[in-house]
């Protein structure tokens, strides 16, 4: 069983420019979450998707966006990035039918 | 905003029990208590979790106040490895398709020193 992935592990961007991270979901999991996690503050939920479709969002603006894939990989897009974005980005996977959430390792944005 | 209350760092020596306390005052009768650990610059790594009776796994044990009012999470025998935060979480079951979202607090500091 493989866990979940996340690329790239690190990426640095200048403030007005857009991003695209990507996420590989455990083997079996139909939803993927997104959270930002800012440096010394707990993961803050961003959306979740589910069977390609979001069905949940967090307080964040529309620039942030998201993709599910048919073979349940995500992406996440952020467009028009500010400085406040440098942050640790986690995607977790479920089964839908389980209490469990299962993180990749994250990727860290700096926006310089 | 997060359900729960958890002190901002704890110490506990290598060998000895780590007993994280957790306040969850407004829990619902449907929530569960989750509990789930970052090393650093790590993803959050998922430990136990519980209704209202005890739990245990190799990684931990959970113990659950009778009111449901708080929680304590139980590392037997603390290595330097389990320097980490621990967060506690209160949560609904999920269901097929059901909203996942996980309410992150500010979680405990645990530093094992030798």
């Known amino acids: 069983e493989t866990g979940v992935t996340q690329s790239p592990t690190h990426l640095i961007k200048t403030r007005g420019q857009q991003v695209t991270l990507r996420c590989s979901s455990q083997s079996g999991h139909n939803t993927v979450s997104w959270y930002q996690q800012a440096l010394g503050q707990g993961p803050q939920f961003i959306f979740q998707y589910y069977r390609e479709e979001e069905n949940g969002r967090g307080n964040f603006p529309p620039r942030f966006s998201g993709l599910q894939f048919p073979n349940y990989s995500s992406e996440l897009n952020v467009n028009a990035l500010e400085l406040d974005d440098s942050a640790l980005y986690l995607c977790?996977?479920?089964?839908?039918?389980?209490?469990?959430?299962?993180f990749g390792p994250g990727t860290r944005l700096t926006v310089l | 905003d997060a359900k729960t209350t958890q002190p901002p760092s704890m110490d506990c020596a290598e060998g000895r029990a780590a007993n994280l306390p957790c306040n969850h005052s407004?829990?619902?009768?449907?929530?569960?208590v989750y509990w789930y650990r970052q090393i650093h610059s790590q993803g959050p790594q998922y430990i136990i979790h519980?209704?209202?009776n005890n739990e245990t796994n190799e990684m931990a044990s959970l113990i659950i106040t009778e009111d449901r009012k708080s929680s304590t999470l139980i590392l037997p025998h603390a290595t330097l490895r389990d320097t980490a935060v621990y967060y506690c979480?209160?949560?609904?079951?999920?269901?097929?398709?059901?909203?996942?979202?996980?309410?992150f607090g500010a979680g405990t500091r645990l530093a094992v020193h030798p």
């Open positions: 519980g209704l209202k």
């Open positions: 979480i209160v949560r609904v079951a999920l269901f097929s398709g059901g909203y996942n979202k996980l309410i």
């Open positions: 407004t829990i619902s009768g449907n929530e569960y």
């Open positions: 977790a996977s479920s089964s839908g039918e389980g209490p469990l959430s299962y």
